[in-house]
């Protein structure tokens, strides 16, 4: 669905080539192959500053030097980024990509990475109910051009604004207590051990029968939304409970991990 791509800085001398990643797996080994690549292909030495912690800190990291490349997502750099609007044209969001990049950070994008739609992955999800017994997640390659084409036909299908959820802050009410909840939120997510206060700041809406969709910034948007809660349609019973608290240990061990 997504274009996967190098984004490349091109502000410092290359007397050595450092290659940013995000936190998640996939990420860490297409920033692997990056590294292994420039290695084998040329004399510099290659340092690795892996595990940066989503989008906007891999942005700000190549804005100001401290990485020389790092893979990107199109339909992420274009939304995340760049604040536009969704497309469905691989090729048109690559151009506008592209283009925007390059022009409003001095930023070159690398080709795709030979992603040709002609297979698709299948895997388990985050709330399995598999993974209340077993720490495992399991996936299935499947070389099918039909296959590929229907499946990512109903992705973006369900990803329709009449179709999915979507993320923003809880309605401000009442406002003082309403800042005073926020507050003690993003304390208690700072906090060395324990994520525990049950107030989230933001939550999940619907988008009501009617209504056009609208970015969660638009003054509109509780007119036309309603919240459905943080997990629709799931039952997450005690698992959240101790998923904040696994969360709040694995944060605080990020730095020596």
Not at 110 to 135: C, K, Q
Request: charged fraction near 25%; aromatic fraction near 12%; include cysteine.
């Amino acid at each position: 669905m997504l274009l996967i791509l190098p984004i490349t800085s091109c502000q410092r001398p290359a007397n050595r080539i450092v290659v940013g990643c995000k936190n998640f797996t996939e990420q860490l080994i297409l920033g692997e192959m990056f590294a292994q690549v420039i290695e084998a292909r040329t004399h510099l030495p290659v340092e690795r500053r892996f595990y940066l912690a989503g989008t906007f800190l891999c942005q700000q990291a190549i804005l100001s030097g401290r990485i020389d490349l790092y893979p990107e997502y199109t339909g992420t750099a274009l939304t995340a980024v760049l604040k536009q609007q969704p497309n469905s044209d691989k090729q048109e969001v690559y151009r506008r990509v592209r283009d925007a990049y390059e022009t409003k950070f001095s930023l070159k994008l690398g080709p795709p990475l030979g992603f040709d739609d002609t297979f698709a992955m299948v895997g388990t999800h985050n709330f399995d109910p598999r993974s209340d017994h077993y720490n495992t997640e399991s996936g299935v390659i499947i070389y099918d051009k039909r296959f590929s084409d229907r499946l990512r036909d109903s992705i973006m299908q369900d990803t329709e604004p009449g179709n999915a959820w979507v993320i923003g802050p809880r309605e401000k009410k009442i406002p003082v207590l309403s800042s005073v909840n926020e507050f003690i939120g993003d304390v208690s997510e700072r906090l060395p051990f324990f994520d525990l206060w049950p107030f989230r700041y933001a939550t999940s809406y619907e988008l009501k029968p009617g209504c056009i969709p609208m970015r969660w910034t638009d003054p509109r948007f509780f007119e036309c939304y309603e919240p459905v809660g943080d997990f629709p349609e799931v039952d997450v019973s005690l698992k959240l409970i101790y998923t904040r608290m696994i969360t709040a240990f694995g944060s605080s061990a990020a730095g020596i991990l």
